[in-house]
């Protein structure tokens, strides 16, 4: 908006306008990071939930570029160049990814994304330039028969379920929640409630987070690098299922999750250019790459980046971040924010007391 108080990255992800906790929140958390929000001078009547929550043994983690007045409570200071701090969270979610995801070690946050967040769900490829790059998500609409949709069909998303190899129109997506009938009486309800159930039948099912040792081909895929010393487009192996849509045409499909993996230089075992085999390789994201862009030293990033996210496995999501206009200020806020919120999705915080977003402007 106008005066940079509500963040535009809530409406680009959810469709609702910054649903965030109240502050008495901040004191249910047990790893807090307060991210460009100087709490005890614009939000004054709250900071105590702040300063409080230190003394039943929650760390604190404060992230500034200057040295504010929420600096000095903090446990860590990090401190970014101004203006970098999606390159820092970039990099605390390639840790993440890394040793949460990648290795299986968190079947909470495996269980979370599944069923939270569209990390399963299938998204169309696209050639461009010679290239396959991202397109938008396969929809019922795409397939022979709307996938036995007959209500909004192009409003419904798909993934496929891990028991069956099929693939599902899982209840909850936008196309559920106007026009739907009522399994009992035929009555005309809503039906969003993100359920591991397909939509169709009811039936159970476990969503596929990737395609890894069910696919019919690794192809590599481009994504955008806006950061200038790489390529401007940067080739990653992704697993991928040949499907044939209503129309004739073949194309082939990625489920979110194999996306971010690859986006955030994962290697999931597919090898190739662009990804990285430490976190002092200079690949974009890793912690090393972004030492050169924030000034913040590599291993406090991969430190922070295990303690909030072993924290949050621990406690099931009560990892917390404070976040306010110091970041929101910036022409390129909506990376930003969406840096910090890719963060908490795959650390299974969104929606969770003590845990999640806090957006604050004073």
Same mark, same amino acid.
């Given at each position: 908006?106008?005066?940079? !108080?509500? @963040?535009?990255?809530?409406?680009?992800?959810?469709?609702? #306008?910054?649903?965030?906790?109240?502050?008495?929140?901040?004191?249910?958390? %047990?790893?807090?990071?307060?991210?460009?929000?100087?709490?005890?001078?614009?939000?004054?009547?709250?900071?105590?939930?702040?300063?409080?929550?230190?003394?039943?043994? %929650?760390?604190?983690?404060?992230?500034?570029?200057?040295?504010?007045?929420?600096?000095?409570?903090?446990?860590?200071?990090?401190?970014?160049?101004?203006?970098?701090?999606?390159?820092?969270?970039?990099? &605390?979610?390639?840790?993440?990814?890394?040793?949460?995801?990648? $290795?299986?070690?968190?079947? *909470?946050? =495996?269980?979370?994304?599944?069923?939270?967040?569209?990390?399963?769900?299938?998204?169309?490829?696209?050639?461009?330039?010679?290239?396959?790059?991202?397109?938008?998500?396969? =929809?019922?609409?795409?397939?022979?028969?709307?996938?036995?949709?007959?209500?909004?069909?192009?409003?419904?998303?798909?993934?496929?379920? !891990?028991? $069956?190899?099929?693939?599902?129109?899982?209840? +909850?997506?936008?196309?559920?929640?106007?026009?739907?009938?009522?399994?009992?009486?035929?009555?005309?309800?809503?039906?969003?409630?993100?359920? &591991?159930?397909?939509?169709?039948?009811?039936?159970?099912?476990? #969503?596929?987070?990737?395609?890894?040792?069910?696919?019919?081909?690794?192809?590599?895929?481009? /994504?955008?690098? /806006?950061? +200038?010393?790489?390529?401007?487009?940067?080739?990653?192996?992704? @697993?991928?299922?040949?499907?044939?849509?209503?129309?004739?045409?073949?194309?082939?499909?990625?489920?979110?999750?194999?996306?971010?993996?690859?986006?955030?230089?994962?290697?999931?075992?597919?090898?190739?250019?662009?990804?990285? $085999?430490?976190?002092?390789?200079?690949?974009?994201?890793?912690?090393?790459? #972004?030492?050169?862009?924030?000034?913040?030293?590599?291993?406090?990033?991969?430190?922070?980046?295990?303690? /909030?996210? !072993?924290?949050?496995?621990?406690?099931?999501?009560?990892?917390?971040?404070?976040?306010?206009?110091?970041?929101?200020?910036?022409?390129?806020?909506?990376?930003?924010?969406?840096?910090?919120?890719?963060?908490?999705?795959?650390?299974?915080?969104?929606?969770?007391?003590?845990?999640?977003?806090?957006? *604050?402007?004073?």
């Amino acid at each position: 908006d106008w005066y940079c !108080d509500l @963040p535009p990255a809530s409406p680009q992800i959810w469709g609702e #306008q910054t649903d965030v906790p109240e502050s008495a929140d901040w004191y249910n958390s %047990t790893y807090l990071m307060v991210w460009g929000s100087n709490v005890p001078q614009t939000r004054t009547p709250d900071a105590h939930f702040y300063t409080e929550v230190r003394y039943k043994g %929650t760390k604190t983690v404060a992230v500034s570029s200057d040295f504010g007045e929420m600096v000095k409570f903090g446990d860590i200071w990090l401190a970014p160049k101004q203006g970098t701090d999606a390159a820092l969270a970039m990099a &605390m979610g390639h840790v993440v990814l890394k040793e949460f995801h990648a $290795t299986g070690k968190s079947a *909470y946050f =495996r269980d979370y994304v599944k069923q939270y967040t569209d990390m399963p769900l299938l998204v169309l490829l696209r050639e461009q330039d010679g290239t396959l790059v991202p397109d938008h998500f396969l =929809r019922a609409s795409h397939l022979d028969g709307n996938l036995d949709q007959a209500n909004h069909p192009e409003w419904k998303t798909l993934a496929i379920d !891990d028991a $069956t190899g099929e693939i599902v129109a899982p209840n +909850g997506s936008i196309g559920f929640r106007w026009g739907e009938a009522a399994h009992d009486n035929g009555a005309k309800v809503g039906r969003w409630n993100l359920e &591991m159930k397909d939509g169709g039948s009811g039936r159970e099912i476990d #969503q596929r987070l990737s395609l890894i040792g069910h696919e019919d081909e690794v192809v590599e895929v481009g /994504f955008p690098y /806006f950061g +200038g010393e790489h390529d401007a487009l940067l080739k990653r192996r992704v @697993p991928t299922r040949r499907l044939t849509l209503a129309d004739g045409t073949t194309v082939h499909v990625a489920t979110v999750y194999d996306l971010q993996m690859a986006n955030y230089g994962v290697d999931q075992g597919l090898g190739g250019p662009n990804v990285a $085999t430490s976190y002092d390789d200079d690949v974009p994201y890793t912690p090393a790459w #972004q030492e050169k862009h924030t000034s913040v030293p590599r291993k406090l990033v991969i430190q922070v980046a295990r303690e /909030f996210a !072993d924290n949050a496995d621990r406690t099931q999501g009560k990892s917390m971040v404070i976040v306010g206009a110091a970041l929101n200020h910036w022409y390129h806020n909506d990376m930003i924010y969406r840096g910090i919120i890719n963060l908490l999705m795959m650390c299974g915080c969104i929606g969770k007391s003590g845990g999640g977003w806090a957006h *604050y402007v004073g």
